[in-house]
């Protein structure tokens, strides 16, 4: 069916499903005019037929239908197409049906006849709750795509090894102990599993354990109730509470308390617990993830961590492997924060010349993931060209490449000449990777030269004779910043 020429399809689409042809036409008539996009059908197999044509969304239907009945249709409805809104009316309105009509997912029920106005002022409350839904389910989406496993960057074995245990382990209710050293991501960890879980709808609540005193930390994570000590004016419920039916991360559980140990294991224990000052238990269903940079191991042979609450929170563990164990990952990630706060300040075109990538790989990182993220920050900050250098890092970064004799990024440009000349040894006074990345950048340069001269700078012959597609030389072309137009300018 066509859309009426007045109708605004940003407003939404409606189907009126009714066998009265007068009932239908003039729903349609008064919707018409206030610029939705309506359709009709005489009965469910019609109604079923235009849903799988088109999106719709809203249903308006009659309880009574021929060969079929409204709440069957809303059930074929909720079934087949979820994100539909459905409103059913009847002049054969009892509570009983009303109930069971919203109970199967109806949005609202009118009982005939009702006015126009009683029609629209439904119609725009299911719109305005359609929008919030649609708004959450994007957002949602958003949320599962920031944290899905594949967000985790690392092509190391160690972070493949990372991701393919996430994977196994998301969708129980199984606690979990997140353990590495500061700055490897313990809490993005947390997050990707909460969202890639069964609870992924409710709450994920964080509490540092290492950021509040004892007493602040003991009723910020049970609540209390009014009285329970100067200046609790009003009962205050806790992180537990709000976390109720998600997921609890508790972030350097290794500094806990002693005393708070043995309320937290009560908790897990119990799925029980007492507000400060109060005496009514609270229930409540939480998965836990906790997390540390501690050994807890040591921590419970010298008495300072409880054996029984590191057997109930250590069910599974992820070890997170430090930077400096994973293989081929900080160009990858360097690349990533490059381009993540060059968006954010204007400067997306910023590329890491071959002196300071090998700059970042020749540096520890003890302070793993996030100091590389703050590394590139300030990177992008003071770099006022179009590359940064090993000049625009971060003085650790600097000393570190000057002891791997990186001093400067034209240490790394490649000779000129064929394979064979000197530039293209083995730098045996360098560690393992900055030389391998040093021979290998003067290698690609100095073969991919080579081999678009011979072939009068055709990318596409050049491609068929070294066995590689035509995208594998215009990105390795790049990556060395070579500019064939200039190469063949020079030639």
Not at 340 to 354: A, K, M, S
Not at 452 to 461: A, E, G, K
Request: aromatic share 6%.
């Amino acid at each position: 069916m066509k859309t009426k020429a007045g109708a605004d399809p940003s407003k939404g689409s409606i189907l009126v499903v009714d066998d009265e042809p007068d009932m239908a036409s003039g729903i349609k008539q008064y919707l018409d005019r206030l610029g939705y996009t309506v359709h009709t059908a005489p009965d469910a197999e019609t109604a079923q037929g235009l849903l799988e044509e088109q999106p719709i969304d809203l249903v308006l239907t009659d309880l009574m239908l021929p060969a079929s009945n409204g709440i069957e249709l809303l059930e074929r409805i909720k079934q087949d197409h979820p994100n539909t809104f459905v409103i059913l009316f009847t002049g054969y309105a009892t509570v009983e049906t009303a109930v069971q009509a919203i109970r199967k997912g109806a949005f609202d029920y009118i009982p005939k006849p009702f006015t126009p106005q009683q029609l629209e002022v439904v119609v725009n409350r299911a719109f305005k709750q359609k929008a919030l839904a649609d708004e959450n389910r994007h957002l949602r989406g958003q949320i599962r795509a920031k944290f899905s496993f594949e967000s985790l960057l690392g092509c190391s074995p160690a972070m493949k090894k990372v991701r393919a245990l996430l994977a196994r382990i998301a969708q129980t209710d199984a606690s979990v102990l997140v353990c590495g050293e500061s700055g490897t991501g313990k809490e993005l960890i947390a997050r990707a599993l909460h969202a890639n879980s069964r609870r992924q709808n409710k709450p994920f609540i964080p509490l540092d354990c290492a950021a509040l005193p004892l007493h602040l930390l003991e009723s910020e994570l049970f609540g209390y109730e009014k009285g329970a000590f100067t200046g609790a004016v009003s009962a205050h419920p806790g992180l537990l509470e709000a976390a109720h039916g998600g997921t609890f991360f508790m972030d350097e559980v290794g500094e806990l308390d002693p005393a708070l140990q043995v309320k937290l294991l009560r908790v897990l224990q119990e799925r029980q617990f007492r507000r400060v000052g109060g005496s009514r238990l609270i229930s409540v269903d939480v998965r836990l993830i906790t997390a540390t940079n501690r050994d807890l191991q040591a921590a419970v042979a010298e008495g300072r961590f409880r054996e029984d609450l590191f057997h109930r929170i250590n069910v599974i563990q992820v070890w997170l492997p430090p930077l400096r164990e994973r293989d081929g990952d900080v160009p990858l990630l360097a690349n990533h924060f490059l381009r993540l706060h060059g968006d954010r300040l204007g400067r997306g075109d910023l590329q890491l010349t071959p002196g300071a990538l090998g700059a970042l790989e020749a540096y520890h990182w003890p302070g793993n993931v996030r100091e590389l993220q703050n590394a590139m920050e300030y990177a992008v900050s003071i770099s006022d060209r179009a590359r940064v250098e090993v000049a625009d890092l971060p003085r650790a970064v600097q000393e570190a490449a000057g002891t791997c004799g990186i001093e400067a990024d034209d240490d790394m440009s490649p000779p000129t000449g064929p394979p064979g000349v000197p530039g293209l040894e083995v730098h045996h006074e360098l560690p393992y990777k900055v030389a391998k990345r040093r021979w290998l950048a003067v290698f690609e340069r100095v073969y991919f030269t080579e081999l678009l001269r011979r072939h009068d700078f055709n990318i596409s012959h050049a491609a068929r004779s070294a066995g590689i597609d035509r995208k594998s030389i215009q990105r390795i072309l790049k990556k060395n910043n070579l500019d064939i137009d200039r190469m063949v300018g020079d030639n």
